[in-house]
């Protein structure tokens, strides 16, 4: 799998993996049902530990984007879903991480941020 790390770069290397997995399903380099390394395999390729490849695959699957199965292997899930939702956060991951970085700046609480992007994605949709 061809994936580079900044191991000088500020963020963080999990973040680097899953970011280069996103960016692949978006371009339609990974397609649904491919294979990729087991973690131990990946995390040698790069050089990191296990455990790095463990939580960027970890979160790739909270977010919907790849099919964690024991003994059989861990798959891309780039349906039309994933795929539009990788484009989304490919094109507006920095500015929704700078407005969250704000929000932590000025203290915002966790909760009020969700209960305000919820309150925003409702009204948008018109689903409120």
Request: zero cysteines; a neutral charge.
């Amino acid at each position: 799998m061809l994936l580079s790390i900044d191991f000088s770069s500020d963020q963080a290397i999990y973040m680097q993996i899953r970011d280069a997995i996103v960016t692949g399903i978006a371009s339609g380099k990974l397609q649904d049902g491919d294979t990729l390394p087991s973690v131990r395999v990946l995390g040698s390729e790069l050089g990191v530990n296990l455990h790095t490849v463990n939580k960027a695959y970890q979160l790739l699957q909270s977010e919907g984007f790849i099919d964690i199965q024991r003994r059989r292997g861990t798959f891309i899930k780039a349906g039309k879903t994933a795929q539009s939702t990788a484009a989304f956060l490919r094109k507006y991951g920095v500015p929704l991480k700078d407005m969250v970085h704000a929000a932590v700046t000025e203290r915002v609480d966790r909760a009020v941020l969700h209960k305000m992007i919820d309150h925003l994605y409702d009204e948008l949709a018109g689903t409120e």
